[in-house]
């Protein structure tokens, strides 16, 4: 079965810092991985989808990167601003079904 | 415009009673689910449907049942709730059951007294 990580499950950092965030899964025949932010309260949001066949994509000041031989995603956010606090989530799929990882908490301070 | 709408937003209800979530997308996607999120934050999946038929059942109980009356709506129903059902239900869809992009709704907090 399917196995969703992130880590660090909680991370702080200054405005303005470039940072990434972690995800690792156990099982690489995946069709695809998403990332999303969650709000305190709020849905999730699609931030970036790659598919299998792709090694990244970008949006804005965000580029994720996966490497399916691996078991790994990374999320790349540059010139961390403080509205980027939230909770980052890493979703694989292996098939019909999402597994969701377990989110790293940022807070981004001013 | 929204994408995917549920309601209600918020449930509060006694143990025993039974209760519907309602879920709408009007994104043209032939796929839906119903996820459970935890105390703890984690997302569970629940139930899928693609062109309205069941492709995802996982270990729920069986006092879940959804319903899907057209690609645009999927529906939970919940009977003899429990106060272990306290949680955020969300509902979502994609185009695909395999490749598409997710889309989140807003969710329905379900508080069990």
């Known amino acids: 079965k399917q196995e969703v990580t992130q880590i660090p499950a909680a991370l702080s950092v200054p405005e303005g810092e470039n940072l990434v965030l972690n995800c690792s899964f156990t099982?690489?025949?995946?069709?695809?991985l998403q990332w999303f932010r969650q709000d305190p309260g709020k849905g999730l949001t699609s931030l970036l989808l790659?598919?299998?066949?792709?090694r990244e994509q970008t949006s804005g000041r965000l580029n994720a990167s996966l490497d399916k031989s691996s078991g790994r995603s990374t999320l790349y956010i540059a010139a961390s601003q403080p509205g980027d606090s939230a909770t980052y989530l890493c979703a694989v799929r292996p098939g019909n079904q999402f597994y969701f990882g377990t989110g790293t908490s940022l807070t981004v301070i001013p | 415009d929204t994408a995917v709408s549920q309601t209600p937003k918020y449930l509060v209800t006694q143990m025993g009673n039974d209760k519907s979530i309602k879920c709408e997308q009007n994104l043209g996607h032939d796929t839906m689910y119903w996820y459970k999120q935890d105390s703890k934050k984690f997302l569970k999946i629940m139930f899928s449907?693609?062109?309205?038929?069941?492709?995802i059942n996982e270990t729920v109980p069986n006092r879940f049942s959804p319903k899907s009356p057209d690609k645009a709506h999927l529906n939970l129903h919940i009977n003899s709730l429990e106060l272990g059902d306290s949680a955020v239900y969300f509902c979502?869809?994609?185009?695909?059951?395999?490749?598409?992009?997710?889309?989140f709704g807003p969710g329905t907090r379900l508080t069990v007294l």
């Open positions: 979502a869809s994609s185009y695909g059951a395999t490749g598409g992009e997710q889309f």
């Open positions: 449907y693609n062109n309205k038929e069941l492709i």
């Open positions: 099982d690489s025949a995946i069709y695809n």
């Open positions: 790659i598919q299998s066949s792709q």
